[in-house]
């Protein structure tokens, strides 16, 4: 007899077990895991009907905010507060050039080429355009700083790429929000007024962030030998998330600077010139606990973006759609990256900082945000038009996702294997 519950457990186990082999295999190869979890999740969802992803579609917005908490507070606390000063200037112009240029780029594709082929849509607002430029607008830092390591790039190179990867997740969140919520409460947008929300959503969430860890530093050295102490920084990032989108921030950089506090105790202690604590409060188990939570989330998410993919007549053009931006966003960021690199010691890691261009988990979750508006009735106008733009969203994010990936993984490959011939 068949049993649901049964083999909702053998599938998770089986997701874990595979999320950890491909992270094994990522940490010695290169080829990045999230390849071996979407093709799983879309095996057992679209291509086999084991499991009906349209039922499970409702699930994205709790998912999705889940994942952006944990994998960007852990993106926080492996950040050198040191090194996130000292290389901001030539990480911020990477990040916001590399932006811009694959927002425009893609906002192109979407509005005069992708969606007039794929979907009758007339007159929409090129907002819903731009909205998918902004989620596929940033690299995905998990994957970016596993790769340096096997590019064997030097100290600047690395950590520009480190910062420029965790800017650009908090630009595609904050700006996706943002646009979001215009499309939604249908507000005459301009330049101006998006550049005033955004910097409010920013500031907000920094100071909210940063006022939190440091309260926290002060709380945890008091309560860290009492049971359960990780535990309840997890709960406290949470909290943290939730005062800042209530008050107006952005949840995601509070988390990220949370976790920014958090993981630079000592250099926090010495900035505040305080007196420091005989033991740290964070300790390298809470930083591994919290590590192993961002694991799960992030291995059962990309599985979980599988599943909800659709196939239909139009799949060979959202496929050839995905390749077509892949490649566009390879070519805007080798500008951007020499821009970045100008009058600096870094010409000979130029092209090992250009083809890192792998879109990742804030490309995954914010594809998913818009499936929270497909409500018609609630949603009057805004519903229907994301009904049919979303799956759209999610088919050709992951197409993009896996070929950055490849491309990516490929391309530092080669690069090793010429150094290594050339250093011979």
Not at 246 to 264: D, V
Request: charged share 10%; glycine share 8%; hydrophobic share 55%.
């Amino acid at each position: 007899m068949y049993d649901v519950v049964s083999f909702a457990l053998v599938l998770a186990g089986v997701i874990i077990v595979i999320g950890f082999l491909g992270n094994y295999l990522f940490k010695r190869t290169g080829i990045p895991d999230m390849l071996f979890l979407i093709v799983l999740g879309l095996l057992i969802g679209p291509v086999t009907g084991l499991i009906n992803g349209t039922s499970l579609t409702s699930f994205a917005p709790y998912l999705a905010v889940l994942a952006l908490v944990f994998i960007l507070f852990d993106g926080g606390m492996t950040l050198n507060i040191y090194h996130v000063f000292s290389e901001s200037p030539r990480a911020v112009v990477l990040a916001v050039t590399g932006f811009a240029a694959s927002v425009t780029a893609t906002t192109l594709v979407m509005a005069f080429v992708a969606i007039p082929k794929i979907v009758a849509l007339p007159n929409i607002s090129p907002l819903y355009y731009v909205l998918f430029g902004t989620i596929l607008g940033g690299s995905s830092s998990t994957i970016v700083l596993s790769l340096v390591s096997k590019a064997r790039m030097n100290g600047r190179g690395s950590s520009i790429l480190g910062i420029e990867s965790v800017m650009t997740d908090i630009l595609c969140i904050v700006v996706t929000l943002v646009l979001i919520e215009t499309i939604v409460l249908k507000t005459n947008v301009d330049l101006p007024t998006l550049a005033k929300s955004i910097a409010s959503r920013l500031s907000i969430g920094a100071v909210l962030g940063a006022i939190i860890g440091i309260g926290w530093l002060s709380v945890l050295k008091r309560v860290a030998k009492e049971g359960y102490s990780y535990m309840l920084t997890l709960g406290i990032v949470l909290l943290a998330y939730a005062l800042s989108e209530y008050l107006g921030g952005s949840g995601a950089l509070s988390a990220l600077l949370f976790g920014i506090i958090l993981g630079n105790e000592k250099e926090i202690y010495g900035i505040l010139k305080t007196k420091k604590p005989a033991t740290q409060a964070v300790d390298t188990g809470l930083k591994r606990f919290e590590s192993e939570m961002a694991f799960l989330l992030r291995t059962f998410f990309f599985v979980y973006l599988g599943v909800i993919a659709t196939t239909s007549t139009t799949t060979i053009t959202i496929v050839i759609t995905g390749l077509y931006l892949s490649f566009i966003m390879l070519f805007t960021r080798f500008g951007a990256v020499r821009l970045a690199t100008l009058r600096s010691d870094l010409a000979q890691e130029r092209t090992a900082m250009s083809v890192l261009v792998t879109r990742g988990l804030a490309t995954a979750v914010l594809a998913t945000l818009p499936l929270q508006y497909v409500d018609a009735t609630k949603y009057p106008g805004v519903g229907y038009i994301f009904q049919q733009l979303s799956p759209i969203y999610i088919s050709i994010s992951i197409v993009v996702i896996l070929a950055t990936s490849i491309i990516a993984a490929s391309s530092i490959l080669l690069l090793k294997r010429r150094n290594n011939e050339m250093t011979a």
